[in-house]
């Protein structure tokens, strides 16, 4: 768990010298700000996208897990949680604060880089790969909370209760963890970090949270691949 709490008080670390930045900003220069955020954001996206090797199976992923979310009000249910989280710590006027949270949580927790450093620090008690992951969440703290606020800070209570479960559950799933379906998961991982930087972009709002269970139909997918070909 050392290493979650590491990466964690990066995040917080990154997000107050993100909004100390933030402050001094004059009004006209936070669009160039956002649009700054929402091009990294886009290009890592993509980068974890096209580890997918399976379209069929990320498509129809994206398309079934964004109609559970949308069913289920996945993201309706994590802005509520941020809005609980702002009455409680922000200021009542402050409307990016539960997009913040949501946003940077997501981004923090979807790539490979939080399961596989989660594994090793659990079954091997090697660091390495998650205070490489402190590292660059700590920078993109800096990015994203002076673009969305203080709910990024807190973005950090996912990844300790996201990385945490891994780290602690390690033994019994790393096991059934292989790298296609690592490829896949983080896949699904970077369409959802797109759909950030889209919104970062104001090109459309999507609603990011809705799709979070195409990350666990994806993991059923891999999980039938050797028995349904097609996939």
């Not at 997918?52 to 509520?80: D, N, P, Q, Y």
């Not at 594994?119 to 920078?139: M, P, V």
């Not at 970077?190 to 269970?213: C, E, H, R, S, Y």
Request: net charge positive; with cysteine.
């Amino acid at each position: 768990m050392l290493a979650t709490l590491i990466n964690a008080l990066a995040i917080v670390v990154g997000s107050v010298l993100g909004l100390f930045i933030k402050k001094g900003l004059k009004k006209e220069y936070e669009v160039a700000v956002f649009s700054a955020a929402g091009i990294v954001t886009l290009v890592i996206g993509m980068q974890m996208a096209f580890k997918s090797t399976h379209m069929l199976a990320f498509a129809l992923a994206l398309i079934i897990g964004g109609l559970l979310g949308t069913l289920l009000g996945v993201e309706r249910g994590i802005l509520k949680l941020g809005d609980v989280l702002k009455r409680r710590f922000a200021k009542a006027d402050d409307s990016s604060f539960a997009y913040g949270f949501l946003s940077a949580s997501v981004l923090y927790c979807a790539g490979a880089m939080a399961i596989v450093g989660s594994f090793k620090a659990g079954t091997e008690g090697d660091y390495g790969i998650l205070l490489t992951k402190s590292a660059l969440d700590g920078f993109m703290s800096i990015i994203f909370a002076s673009a969305m606020g203080p709910g990024v800070a807190f973005s950090a209570l996912s990844v300790l209760v996201y990385q945490g479960i891994l780290t602690i559950a390690s033994v019994w799933i790393a096991p059934y963890v292989s790298p296609l379906m690592l490829a896949e998961v983080t896949g699904i991982g970077g369409a959802l970090v797109i759909m950030i930087g889209i919104n970062l972009l104001d090109l459309k709002k999507l609603k990011t949270g809705d799709f979070l269970p195409a990350l666990v139909v994806t993991v059923l997918f891999v999980l039938l691949m050797p028995f349904v070909s097609f996939l």
